[in-house]
């Protein structure tokens, strides 16, 4: 999957990856301990959850729904494209439309088996902005102050955009305020990054996540986890990164300016 560049910025972005990534484009076949190293699974679920994601809303566009929608999420993976064809992508493998028949019924097992009669193909709720943020990861220590500092690693910034908070991997990130997710992927030194607008030129910015738990377009609630903290990107090690932008213009997080948090709640 080289050939995708969210693939190639995760790659690329962990120590060494760039000589591995030429490696790979070269011709060379990765080992196990090596793709584990270089592409670990944290990255690759991500990838794979914004990727699906887009197909989602693609798919909803086109009208898709139901059985339909889950056959052709499963005929794209399969094929690159939803045709319901008896072609197959390699000899001896099932046909286009028996694969995407077999996600189908894979689906449908799950539910049974987890009690349920549907999934919710967007887990965000809508929640409307409040006006005032609130501290994403609430009773976390600082471990790091906006503005300057003295840079803690190689590549690290000494200028501080926003706050860390000292949590460890795996902590429920929340929105800070109700709005719309606008970025949702691999943000250079950020690592996995959720940015939400919330209206009158607000945004936020959460950064070196292991995980997403939203996709651009997503509404959110305030309080909602929308990712869970890592260390992802450029950094000391696992903290969350909380970014406040102010005058950004619509969808444009690059467009506004970068404020204290602390502005707008106390820790």
Same mark, same amino acid.
């Given at each position: 999957?080289?050939?995708?560049?969210?693939?190639?910025?995760?790659?690329?972005?962990?120590?060494?990856?760039?000589?591995?990534?030429?490696?790979?484009?070269?011709? $060379?076949?990765?080992?196990?301990?090596?793709?584990?190293?270089?592409?670990?699974?944290?990255?690759?679920?991500?990838?794979?959850?914004?990727?699906?994601?887009?197909?989602?809303?693609?798919?909803? @566009?086109?009208?898709?729904? !139901?059985?339909?929608?889950?056959?052709?999420?499963?005929?794209?993976?399969?094929?690159?494209?939803? @045709? $319901? @064809? @008896?072609?197959?992508?390699? &000899?001896? !493998?099932?046909?286009?439309?028996?694969?995407?028949?077999?996600?189908?019924?894979?689906?449908?097992?799950?539910?049974? /088996?987890?009690?349920?009669?549907?999934?919710?193909?967007?887990?965000?709720?809508?929640?409307?902005?409040?006006?005032?943020?609130?501290?994403?990861?609430?009773?976390?220590?600082?471990?790091?102050?906006?503005?300057?500092?003295?840079?803690?690693?190689?590549?690290?910034?000494?200028?501080? /955009?926003?706050?860390?908070?000292?949590?460890?991997?795996?902590?429920?990130?929340?929105?800070?305020?109700?709005?719309?997710?606008?970025?949702?992927?691999?943000?250079?030194?950020?690592?996995?990054?959720?940015?939400?607008?919330?209206?009158?030129?607000?945004?936020?910015?959460?950064?070196?996540?292991?995980?997403?738990?939203?996709?651009?377009?997503?509404?959110?609630?305030?309080?909602?986890?929308?990712?869970?903290?890592?260390?992802?990107?450029?950094?000391?090690?696992?903290?969350?990164?909380?970014?406040?932008?102010?005058?950004?213009?619509?969808?444009?997080?690059?467009?506004?300016?970068?404020?204290?948090?602390?502005?707008?709640?106390? &820790?």
């Amino acid at each position: 999957m080289t050939y995708r560049e969210d693939v190639r910025e995760a790659i690329t972005q962990q120590p060494g990856g760039r000589a591995f990534y030429q490696r790979l484009v070269a011709g $060379h076949q990765p080992s196990s301990a090596e793709l584990l190293r270089y592409f670990p699974p944290s990255v690759q679920d991500s990838l794979f959850v914004n990727a699906q994601t887009q197909n989602i809303r693609r798919l909803q @566009s086109q009208g898709k729904s !139901g059985d339909e929608l889950i056959a052709c999420l499963g005929e794209m993976w399969y094929s690159g494209r939803c @045709s $319901h @064809s @008896s072609g197959r992508d390699y &000899i001896g !493998g099932p046909t286009i439309r028996e694969y995407g028949q077999i996600l189908v019924t894979n689906y449908r097992r799950a539910l049974e /088996r987890y009690g349920a009669t549907s999934c919710p193909l967007n887990a965000s709720s809508g929640g409307g902005t409040t006006g005032r943020l609130i501290n994403p990861v609430p009773g976390a220590p600082v471990t790091s102050e906006f503005g300057p500092r003295r840079s803690p690693c190689a590549g690290c910034s000494s200028y501080h /955009r926003g706050i860390d908070f000292g949590v460890p991997d795996g902590t429920p990130v929340k929105a800070a305020d109700g709005g719309r997710v606008v970025y949702s992927g691999w943000m250079r030194g950020y690592g996995h990054t959720v940015v939400v607008e919330h209206g009158n030129g607000l945004m936020t910015l959460y950064a070196h996540n292991s995980q997403l738990l939203v996709g651009v377009g997503d509404s959110v609630s305030q309080g909602q986890t929308i990712t869970r903290s890592g260390h992802s990107g450029v950094g000391t090690g696992p903290h969350p990164h909380f970014t406040v932008i102010e005058g950004a213009t619509h969808g444009n997080p690059s467009s506004g300016r970068e404020v204290n948090p602390r502005r707008y709640f106390e &820790i």
